[in-house]
Each structure stands twice: as C-alpha cells, then as structure tokens.
C-alpha cells in the first residue's frame, strides 16, 4: 500500500506563511509528478502546483510568485512554502502524486487526506 500523509496545515493571519509537507510511504519504487491541490467551501478542487521528478514547476496564475513547491526525492517527500497568504487562500490543500510501487506496474495517481488552512483577515 501506499499512503500521503500531509502535515502543516493551521491557522494564520493575513500576509503570513505556512509550509506544508507531504509524505508518501509505504511499498514505493519511484515518485514522478508530485503536487498539490485546494479545495475552498462550495467550490471545485482545484491545482495549485505540480513538481515534476527532475523538478519542473507549474503554479497556478494566483499563487505564482508567494509559493513555492520543492521535493526530496531520498525522502518522497513534497513541500508547498506558502507566503503572503491571503483570506482566498482558505481552503482544505491535498498532496497528490503519481507512484510506481514497482518497476512492473504502470503509475498510479494518489492523494493524501488533506489538510485545513486557514487566512483570517
């Protein structure tokens, strides 16, 4: 099995940062895509950023330039630093990743159970 496990999520003000993390284990060969998605109150989820595994970045047009994704690829480990936050960045953020559990298997897409964050204005 495979599991993410994210971690970082809370509560902040205006203008502050917050960085999360997101951890696949379990039976892993390798990582490709890794990424993160947000989920608003009464809205569709939607991506934020994606990381690929040589480490090209895609970000959507209103978190470019206050985030930033990276990943260590020792650790399957994918990051999302989060500054200037904004009241419209309050949503539930998830990890998602496409993993190979060995080199037979074709790559599957998993997503992590998600975690809050919070922009209070």
């Known amino acids: 099995q495979v599991q993410l496990v994210e971690s970082g999520g809370g509560l902040v003000q205006a203008g502050g940062s917050l960085r999360l993390s997101c951890e696949a284990s379990g039976n892993i060969f390798s990582t490709d895509r890794m990424g993160w998605y947000r989920q608003a109150p009464g809205k569709q989820r939607e991506l934020v950023a994606t990381i690929s595994s040589g480490g090209i970045t895609n970000y959507v047009d209103s978190v470019k330039g206050r985030f930033t994704i990276s990943r260590d690829n020792a650790k399957n480990t994918v990051y999302l630093q989060m500054n200037s936050l904004k009241p419209e960045d309050t949503a539930v953020y998830y990890c998602?990743?496409?993993?190979?559990?060995?080199?037979?298997?074709?790559?599957?897409?998993?997503w992590g159970q998600g975690t809050q964050v919070t922009v209070s204005s």
């Open positions: 998602n990743a496409d993993i190979k559990r060995d080199k037979y298997r074709p790559l599957y897409n998993y």
